[in-house]
Nanobody, 125 residues
């Protein structure tokens, strides 16, 4: 399974960006999908997850980011509003067919089997 993320870029603080991710290759009837991010010098951190009908967000993005499933099977979007400089990072789209494990472990990167190449989001202050 390959994950392809797109939509990153440079935006001013307070602005918006929409990231998209699509899975190709051997796809499953449903993948749990999520976004992680990694800023320079920091550890990779959970951003948002969509597992079945369950949606989870990191506290730092609640109320500003929205994860949604795309029209194509196994695709997701991440709408990011009111962006802050601290949102600057490489954003990774991830997925796993092990949805039963993900319900309790959606925030843990080790539970995701597939990782996209990452897309850079830079927020200027």
């Amino acid at each position: 399974v390959q994950l392809q993320a797109s939509g990153g870029g440079l935006v001013q603080a307070g602005g918006s960006l929409r990231l998209s991710c699509a899975a190709s290759g051997r796809t499953f009837s449903s993948l749990g999908m999520a976004w992680f991010r990694q800023a320079p010098g920091k550890e990779r951190e959970f951003v948002a997850a969509l597992i079945g009908s369950k949606i989870r967000y990191a506290e730092s993005v609640k109320g500003r980011f929205t994860i949604s499933r795309g029209n194509a099977e196994n695709s997701v979007h991440l709408q990011m509003n009111s962006l802050k400089s601290e949102d600057t990072a490489v954003y990774y789209c991830v997925g796993s067919p092990r949805t039963s494990d993900l319900y309790a472990n959606y925030y843990a990167p080790t539970f995701y089997d597939y990782w996209g190449q990452g897309t850079q989001v830079t927020v200027s202050s």
